[in-house]
């Protein structure tokens, strides 16, 4: 069964899973615990509370989880959001950086590998000239 799919229509807000061995059906000590928590059900425990207040965009103060209510609505309203999406946007931007990287260096092997003069590759790329020599000297052509 897809992983994804063992937790539709279940009706409890939290699942032990245990490592087992097919063969025996001995239980396997690993060290690890997996719990999995489903926030979409509200059975009336302290557990589907917290994920309410988990999941709510406009939290309010809870007597029972004060610290976390705090924090909930200082990520989400206050100036934690601010902070929490300058990290994000930070983080993408690195990422698509890498990435961009990662792509520009397999065209211009490609381009390398197909005869394209560096005037071209840097068209293509945006790339500067010294960039371009400096893959060159680091890509292997073949």
Known sequence: MEFSSVWK???????????????????VDNGYHELYVNAEVDDGTTLAEYM????????????????TSNAV???????G????????????????EERTKGYAEDVVQFLMKSGVSDDIIQEATKLSLEE???LKEKLVIS
């Open 9 to 27: 229509c279940r009706r409890k807000n939290i699942y032990h899973v245990d490592r087992v061995l097919s063969e025996t059906g001995e239980l």
């Open 52 to 67: 309410k207040l988990m999941k709510s965009a406009n939290a309010k103060y809870h007597e029972k989880f004060p610290r």
């Open 73 to 79: 609505r200082y990520y989400k309203q206050g100036e």
């Open 81 to 96: 959001r601010r902070k929490m999406c300058k990290v994000v946007d930070e983080y993408a931007k690195e990422y698509a």
């Open 132 to 134: 371009i020599a400096a």
